[in-house]
């Protein structure tokens, strides 16, 4: 298991204004360009999940496992295994 975190330090804008951009999840790809679309099932919580389909990549399922608002969050993606 591999895991990822990303942080960034800025006075341009509040934690709640970015936080906003982050939990508006179906608008992630008009801020990104390497995503087709991402879709949020339910509210931005704990236990919800979202599909995100990246440009050339299949589309995944991502479970939130922790949300603090304005603060973090963190999720989970489970890739199938191929078998050959």
Known sequence: MWT?????????????????LF?????????RKGIDYAKLEGKFEKGNYFMLKSKDS???????????ENKKYT????FPIPIS
């Open 4 to 20: 990822k975190t990303y942080s960034v330090v800025t006075k341009e804008a509040t934690k709640e204004q970015i936080w906003k």
């Open 23 to 31: 939990s508006d999840v179906d608008t992630w790809h008009i801020h």
């Open 58 to 68: 299949p589309k995944v399922k991502i479970e939130r496992l922790e949300v603090i």
């Open 75 to 78: 999720d989970v993606t489970r």
